[in-house]
């Protein structure tokens, strides 16, 4: 069974980058039709697709974020990484990672999500 | 970009009792060389990450009960929990896959009455 589980720092001073690592496990990085995703979630409010990394290293990112996002993938520690740089108060939330069905992106396992606050 | 709109925000129903949940979209996600509509629904409980419920509009993921069920197309959507348990009081998310960036609606809390 396919676990992903996210790491990296709780606290990022405002301008600085917020950087997230999710580790998958149970399953290969690497399997052809997956996308790996990071979504978020603002405190008591809906989810935001981040962006998405095929195994291939192509990547697609949501616009609104797409000037300050790098998703990268390191397939030999089977981990996927976010960077988030210039981050504001407004960047805080819950992390997700996800994976999703292969050839659609509805996302079939997501890490336990990680809370990570911008503040001095 | 393509905007989810959820109905009601909020949502009491009796234990055993029928719950609907409305998802709309501001343009089709019914892909047309598929015939597929590209929207799943999601049930998220505090503290957990969203679960998958159901996908292509209407495929029940594995293991979720039958008392879920999703239909629709185009750009209206429905959630149905035909007998309300304890267990289902969470909020249910609908998303939209067809185009990025990929969106979600609001979210409605479904409780107890």
């Known amino acids: 069974q396919v676990q992903l589980l996210e790491s990296g720092p709780g606290l990022v001073k405002p301008s600085q980058t917020l950087s997230l690592t999710c580790t998958v496990s149970g399953g290969s990085i690497s399997s052809e039709g997956h996308y790996w995703s990071w979504i978020r979630q603002h405190p008591g409010k809906g989810l935001e697709w981040i962006g998405y990394i095929y195994y291939s290293g192509s990547t697609h990112y949501n616009p609104s974020l797409k000037s300050r996002v790098t998703i990268s993938l390191d397939t030999s520690k089977s981990q996927f990484s976010l960077k988030l740089n210039s981050v504001t108060a407004a960047d805080t939330a819950v992390y997700y990672c996800?994976?999703?069905?292969?050839?659609?992106?509805?996302?079939?396992?997501w890490g336990q999500g990680t809370m990570v606050t911008v503040s001095s | 970009d393509i905007v989810m709109t959820q109905s009601p925000d909020s949502l009491a129903v009796s234990l055993g009792e029928r719950a609907t949940i409305n998802c709309k979209s501001s343009?089709?996600?019914?892909?047309?060389?598929?015939?597929?509509?590209?929207l799943a629904w999601y049930q998220q409980k505090p503290g957990q990450p969203p679960k998958l419920l159901i996908y292509?509009?209407?495929f029940r993921e594995s293991g979720v009960p039958d008392r879920f069920s999703g239909s629709g197309s185009g750009t209206d959507f429905t959630l149905t929990i035909s007998s309300l348990q304890a267990e289902d009081v969470a909020v249910y998310y609908c998303?939209?896959?067809?185009?990025?960036?990929?969106?979600f609606g609001q979210g409605t809390k479904l409780e107890i009455k």
């Open positions: 996800a994976r999703d069905i292969p050839y659609s992106s509805a996302f079939d396992i």
């Open positions: 998303q939209q896959y067809y185009s990025t960036p990929y969106s």
């Open positions: 343009q089709s996600v019914l892909y047309s060389s598929n015939n597929k509509n590209y």
């Open positions: 292509w509009a209407s």
